[in-house]
C-alpha cells in the first residue's frame, strides 16, 4: 500500500482544515487507518485512527471532539476533518495503514506512511 497525504497549510486558530490520504494498491479495505502528528523536536504521536470497516474510531484528547477520521474505501481515501484548530496542532501530519490492532494508537500497528502534510495554525 502506497499512501500521499494532501491538505495542508497555514490556517488561524479557530479555523477549520480537512486533510486527505489517497492510497494506491487493491486490499486497502482489508486495513486500518490512521494519522499522526510530529512537531518540531517532538516525536510523532497518535491523532486518530479508524478500522477497517469504519465502524470504529479512535481519537488522542488532545483532538477527541475537535477532529474526525473518516474514510471511503469505495474511493481509497482517508480524511480527517479537523475543526477548532489551535497552535499548538501545528505538525506535520501522516497517514498510515496496518493490518493489526483495530483502530490502534501505536505506531508499531502500522505497516505502511505518507508522507506527510504540513498544517500550521497561526495564533
Known amino acids: 500500500v502506497q499512501l500521499q497525504a494532501s491538505g495542508g497549510g497555514l490556517v488561524q486558530a479557530g479555523d477549520s482544515l480537512r486533510l486527505s490520504c489517497a492510497a494506491s494498491?487493491?486490499?486497502?479495505?482489508?486495513?486500518?487507518l490512521g494519522w499522526f502528528r510530529q512537531a518540531p523536536g517532538k516525536e510523532r504521536e497518535f491523532v486518530a485512527a479508524?478500522?477497517?470497516?469504519?465502524?470504529?474510531?479512535r481519537y488522542s484528547d488532545a483532538v477527541k471532539d475537535r477532529f474526525t477520521i473518516s474514510r471511503d474505501s469505495a474511493k481509497n481515501m482517508v480524511y480527517l476533518e479537523m475543526n477548532t484548530l489551535k497552535p499548538e496542532d501545528t505538525a506535520v501530519y501522516y497517514c498510515a495503514a496496518g493490518a493489526r490492532g483495530g483502530a490502534s494508537w501505536l505506531r508499531s500497528d502500522y505497516d505502511y506512511w505518507g508522507q506527510g502534510t504540513q498544517v500550521t495554525v497561526s495564533s
Open positions: 479508524v478500522t477497517r470497516s469504519g465502524g470504529s474510531a
Open positions: 494498491g487493491r486490499a486497502f479495505s482489508m486495513y486500518n
